[in-house]
């Protein structure tokens, strides 16, 4: 499998405080990668560097996609090269509507006009697939949807958008144990072998289902272990404090 994205020996800022502190990643084409560390570890910072986020100062390192350095390159530019991030805490965005945002970004990101039509059509059957009202896709991004349909919101725009790298920050937080799966399965259909995940979470439900390559320990700005999947269930049984020790 060829390489998707590296992250090389990362140093970055937000507000003047130093967040990473020499964080290396590399995730392969295909590939299901799990992030998970103690609160403030960074792992959010993480995903927020590699969408480049402007709050987010990188001062020693590069970000490569496809082989391509973007470091320097805006968020938008980004996403156009297929790189997505859904965010724990979804924005609202009053005045534009779910359809008419995701009909916009499908657009952006082929350079294809679009048939109104068969957009409605696909959008209606992925939103079936999510459990979600149909007329959701006429209201407001994000306006009065509960915190479980926000989590929807952002799976169907993973959906519509297909990138290639999916970057997933806590999107089962606050989710009950009906909505994880339905979150789950909607994960589970967008993967295949050409595009990778990178998945934050706290919760090993939203997992079940996938396929998992490596998971990952962020402590204090960077990694400090990579194993599989078994490495999940060392976290659920002993908590981080151990593995925390050992670097220590």
Do not use: W
């Amino acid at each position: 499998m060829s390489e998707l994205l590296r992250v090389e020996n990362v140093h970055a800022l937000a507000d003047d405080k130093q967040i990473l502190n020499g964080l290396n990643l590399e995730i392969k084409k295909g590939e299901t990668h799990v992030i998970m560390g103690p609160n403030g570890a960074g792992k959010s910072t993480l995903d927020s560097v590699i969408m480049g986020n402007p709050q987010y100062k990188v001062t020693e390192g590069k970000v490569f996609f496809e082989g391509e350095d973007i470091t320097a390159l805006k968020a938008d530019a980004r996403a156009r090269k297929g790189i997505f991030l859904s965010f724990q805490t979804p924005e609202e965005v009053p005045g534009v509507t779910l359809e008419d945002f995701l009909r916009v970004c499908r657009r952006n990101m082929t350079g294809q006009p679009l048939k109104v039509f068969a957009f409605r059509k696909e959008l209606k059957a992925l939103m079936d697939d999510l459990d979600m009202d149909p007329s959701y896709a006429s209201r407001y991004l994000n306006v009065g949807f509960s915190g479980g349909e926000k989590k929807k919101s952002e799976i169907l725009q993973m959906l519509v958008l297909q990138p290639k790298l999916a970057m997933l920050d806590e999107t089962d937080s606050g989710l009950d144990v009906d909505a994880v799966r339905v979150v789950s399965k909607g994960i589970k259909k967008f993967k295949n072998e050409d595009n990778s995940l990178l998945i934050i979470t706290h919760n090993a439900r939203i997992l079940e289902n996938l396929d998992i390559d490596k998971v990952h320990i962020l402590y204090n700005g960077r990694i400090i272990k990579t194993a599989g999947p078994e490495l999940i269930e060392e976290v659920n049984t002993n908590g981080f404090a151990n593995i925390i020790g050992k670097e220590d």
